[in-house]
């Protein structure tokens, strides 16, 4: 079965970074698009970043735009999401995700494998 597994998470002061990572199980992802999302409490899930299999297309929120950086390592079957000049409202638990399609989208529902989700704390 196919899994998604994030690392990197953590507690952080605003204005510090953090490196997510998100590894896949089987060599055929290093094909598929990824994205990263965000899930705050009491908030509907949101899209963050996303990344065209090649890598060189990328898609970023608004409100990370500048401070995260998506990129992906296709030997290694893994994508990360560099965010740095991190604010308290970035607090979420971020999940990966795998679209079956080489094109990136920042649409949820257009994903159809997901990681369990990596918590992300900023304090002021």
């Known amino acids: 079965q196919v899994q998604l597994a994030e690392s990197g998470g953590g507690s952080v002061q605003a204005g510090g970074s953090l490196r997510l990572s998100c590894a896949a199980s089987e060599r055929a992802f290093s094909r598929y698009a990824r994205g990263w999302f965000r899930q705050a409490p009491g908030k509907e899930r949101e899209f963050v970043a996303a990344?065209?299999?090649?890598?060189?297309?990328?898609y970023y929120a608004d409100s990370v735009k500048g401070r995260f950086t998506i990129s992906r390592d296709n030997a290694k079957n893994t994508v990360y999401l560099q965010m740095n000049s991190l604010k308290p409202e970035d607090t979420a638990i971020y999940y990966c995700?795998?679209?079956?399609?080489?094109?990136?989208?920042?649409?949820?529902?257009?994903?159809?494998?997901w990681g369990q989700g990596t918590q992300v704390t900023v304090s002021s």
């Open positions: 990344i065209s299999w090649t890598g060189i297309n990328t």
């Open positions: 995700a795998a679209r079956l399609s080489a094109a990136a989208t920042p649409e949820g529902h257009d994903y159809d494998h």
